[in-house]
């Protein structure tokens, strides 16, 4: 209902009617507009603020969704890479190590991203933190997993070679020895016959009859036959896969370089050639250029009693022969 407004006429001493001019009316017209349009705007703010539309609420629903299901992600791959990092320790320090195979180096299996940004058009996607760290650990783990795919696949290699394999590894004693008698010295510090100072022997020493057969004590190619210094007339045989045998000493060579030998073949005969203080062999063994024990080497020939009595006769600290 519309006001009426009433002034009192002291002349008249009644009341008469005040009808507004036209500005009053136009300026009435617009304050009322003018707080309408105030009133809402303030009302539209404040709901936009504080209540969302059922399309926000729905978008808000999916982010959460899709951040609950990224954190998921990340957790799982936490967990495969886990797996994954016992995988490769198994794999250097298990099935390479039992085919003398070295392990990858870990530059090759923990493989980094240089270069450019890769993760550069994803940072200005919503949660932005969580997809590039969820992407960085996919990168880093399908390369991972591309290299020990390929490590499994040189392990079954070694494996279906393991036939040749074994034919190869020096797996027998140089010379005749079932009765353990004939080994003078073993591996390690020793004193030199020749000056009577320690120092490190890096074979095993034999005694026998000069003339006694020298074995070949696996598979593989002779390598050097002839005289080398200090050892008198020598022979090295290369088995292959990393192995080397020493065979020095020698009273005759019986084999040629490039002659291909088998494990048992009579290759040489004992004597005492070169820095020599009496007939004996000297035979090393060498696994990819580092000499290691040949007592570890004479599994095939002995009983685990005879090798075990082996190992305690090469420990001997006692003089070299050569």
């Known amino acids: 209902m519309r006001k ?32 309408g349009i105030l009133i809402g705007v303030g009302v539209f703010a404040f ?13 808000k629903k999916e982010n959460r969704l899709l951040h609950s299901q990224y954190e998921i992600l990340s957790r799982r791959m936490g967990e495969n890479q886990k797996v994954l ?18 392990p990858i180096p870990s530059s090759i299996r923990k493989p980094g991203y240089g270069g450019t940004n890769r993760y550069e058009k994803l940072m200005d996607m919503p949660n932005s933190e969580l997809i590039i760290s969820t992407t960085k650990k996919m990168d880093v783990m399908s390369k991972q997993l591309y290299v020990q795919s390929l490590s499994y696949d040189e392990v079954a290699e070694m494996i279906s070679s393991q036939k040749d394999r074994a034919r190869s590894i020096p797996a027998i004693q140089p010379i005749a020895n079932k009765e353990l008698t004939r080994i003078a010295s073993g591996f390690g510090v020793r ?8 120092k490190f022997h890096e074979g095993m020493d034999f005694t026998a009859k000069t003339g006694t057969d020298i074995y070949a004590t696996g598979d593989g190619t002779v390598e050097f036959a002839g005289w080398r210094s200090g050892y008198g007339n020598c022979a090295i045989v290369n088995h292959g896969y990393g192995y080397q045998t020493l065979y020095g000493h020698c009273e005759r060579l019986l084999v040629r370089e490039g002659q291909k030998v088998v494990r048992g073949e009579v290759i040489a005969k004992l004597g005492s050639t070169g ?10 063994v060498i696994v990819k250029g580092i000499h290691d024990n040949p007592a570890r080497y004479y599994f095939m ?13 090469a420990e001997n600290h006692g003089q070299v022969m050569d």
């Open 4 to 35: 009426v407004y009433y002034l009192y006429n002291p002349q008249t001493l009644s009341y008469e009617r005040v009808y507004p001019s036209w500005k009053q009316r136009l300026w009435s017209v617009f304050r009322h507009f003018f707080v």
């Open 47 to 59: 709901a936009t603020y504080y209540f969302d539309s059922p399309s926000e609420q729905q978008l």
């Open 85 to 102: 990092n016992d995988l490769q320790l198994r794999d250097d320090n298990l099935y390479r190590a039992i085919f003398h195979a070295d």
């Open 191 to 198: 004193i030199d016959p020749v000056y009577g100072t320690p």
């Open 275 to 284: 820095k020599s203080t009496g007939p004996h062999l000297h035979y090393e």
């Open 301 to 313: 020939d002995l009983t685990p009693e005879e090798y075990d009595k082996m190992i305690q006769i």
